[in-house]
């Protein structure tokens, strides 16, 4: 009796010392090492290449276990933000329009901080740009326009602006998707009439000699929010200081390339193979401000989630799907006790 006593004492020991072993090797794999960042070749998210070039995301993460951050560029928003429905992005430099768009199809996350307002341009063939001067918007009837894809920031702006001056984006004009490089080889190519597209491609296509910029997005839709910074529900709920980090970090990546948009065109001129030269003049031009407050993009965002919910109306409607609200988007939260700290 006092034997068998003695074994069972001896398995249940055993299974104890297991279940303390699989317990701590389960915290082993739940804990960060990697952090992945995606971002677009565009001088509105300089920051997150900054932030890289001068080493800040590994040093001020270090403290909090990560060891790795590996930056993802994609050439838009809708495939970034498809990459981060799969779970392949912890955080995300990209315009407000896509994430919302994506929040309509199940992705969890959340816009945190800001990064930027306005800075895209319509950009015409040069042989259009008189017409356009004269009849304006009207004159964009039945042309081709090359833009990124719907769900976009510019696609957004570009389809409430043509829906406001009564010009169907689906039936009037033939809106293409196109990323950066493919737009500025089209337009010079005589493939599409017109590009509407974040800077520095503006800039690019008019170096080129092949467009007129003819409006800068401030003034189709003033004070617009272009970008911003989404992390992932994950992020937000497991690892909640990082994610306040990663906002301090943007935050010093910002102000300092306000302070210093000579060297922020050229560490981008470096990432993207760039003519220093054009990207400095991209800058000097555009209507853009880099910013970090989240709250500067609530009132745009609730409008591109109006705007995208419309287009998708019925699709949505069928699906029971509702027109998403400030706390479905934003989590302002993060930000405001970073700056209550600082």
């Known amino acids: ?58 040093e001020d993460l270090a403290e909090f276990g990560i060891e790795k951050v590996v930056m993802k560029e994609f ?31 199940g992705l969890d996350a959340k816009i945190v901080a800001g990064a930027q307002t306005q800075g895209s341009a319509l950009v015409l063939s040069p042989e259009l740009a008189d017409e356009y001067e004269s009849k304006g918007v009207q004159s964009l009837k039945g042309k081709k326009i090359a833009t990124f894809p719907p769900g976009s920031i510019q696609h957004t702006v570009l389809s409430k602006w043509l829906l406001d001056n009564g010009i169907d984006p689906e039936e009037d004009v033939d809106m293409k998707a196109m990323g950066p490089s493919d737009a500025a080889t089209a337009i010079g190519a005589k493939a599409v009439d017109a590009v509407f597209l974040p800077s520095p491609t503006p800039t690019i296509i008019v170096e080129e000699g092949n467009g007129v910029i003819v409006a800068w997005s401030g003034s189709i839709s003033p004070n617009h929010a272009c970008c911003c910074v989404v992390a992932s529900g994950t992020m937000m709920r497991e690892h ?17 390339e306000i302070e210093h948009p000579e060297e922020a065109a050229e560490i981008y ?62 989590d302002t939260s993060f930000y405001d006790e970073v700056m209550e700290e600082r």
């Open 269 to 330: 001129a470096k990432w993207l193979d760039a003519d220093v030269s054009t990207i400095k003049q991209s800058i000097n031009v555009t209507d853009m401000h880099w910013i970090h407050d989240p709250s500067i993009e609530v009132e745009s965002g609730l409008e591109y989630a109006e705007v995208i919910y419309e287009l998708n109306r019925e699709r949505y409607e069928s699906a029971g799907i509702e027109v998403l609200g400030e706390e479905d988007i934003f």
């Open 75 to 105: 050439p838009s928003g809708p495939p970034e933000m498809h990459a981060m429905l799969a779970g392949d992005l912890d955080v995300a430099y990209v315009g407000v329009a896509p994430p919302i768009a994506a929040m309509y199809e």
């Open 1 to 58: 009796m006092e034997k068998r006593t003695m074994v069972s004492l001896i398995v249940i020991g055993a299974i104890a010392v297991t279940v303390m072993i699989v317990g701590c090797i389960d915290d082993e794999t739940t804990e960060m090492t990697t952090i992945n960042i995606g971002y677009q070749p565009s001088t509105h998210q300089i920051a997150a290449m900054l932030a890289s070039e001068k080493g800040w995301w590994e």
């Open 240 to 256: 909640p200081d990082i994610v306040k980090q990663i906002i301090k970090t943007h935050i010093r990546a910002t102000e300092y």
